[in-house]
């Protein structure tokens, strides 16, 4: 069993910055790429793909709704996987959540992730 649980989320104006946090704990035997998703609130649509890190940190993605914009990162001593968002616009409001996987391989779909969790919300004011 693996556990994820976000925090950091809140409510900012356009332009601040948040930095979110996805901490891992349970299984320490498998190496987890952990990527980022949103879905915005009262939609059903599918959580979309925000950016993922492999467990060391080598590989990368962003999709090109934030890139230049958020950085993902890790610090594996801690469990712990950040999101930095800067420059955050209405259109980033949503619930984030993390999700893990064993290995990073399509990475930006949501379906191919074994552990999610519970999500933190985001809300940007114009």
């Known amino acids: 069993q693996v556990l994820l649980a976000e925090s950091g989320g809140g409510s900012v104006q356009a332009g601040a910055s948040l930095r979110l946090s996805c901490v891992v704990s349970g299984r320490a035997d498998i190496r987890y790429a952990i990527g980022w998703f949103r879905q915005a609130p009262g939609q059903e649509q599918e959580r979309r793909f925000v950016?993922?890190?492999?467990?060391?940190?080598?590989?990368?993605d962003y999709a090109d709704s934030v890139k230049g914009r958020f950085t993902i990162s890790r610090e594996n001593a801690k469990n712990t996987v950040y999101l930095q968002m800067d420059n955050l616009e209405p259109e980033d409001t949503a619930d984030y959540y993390c999700?893990?996987?064993?290995?990073?391989?399509?990475?930006?779909?949501?379906?191919?992730?074994?552990?999610w969790g519970q999500g933190t919300q985001v809300t940007v004011a114009p």
């Open positions: 950016a993922a890190i492999s467990w060391s940190g080598e590989s990368i």
């Open positions: 999700a893990a996987k064993p290995t990073f391989v399509q990475v930006f779909t949501p379906g191919r992730y074994n552990y």
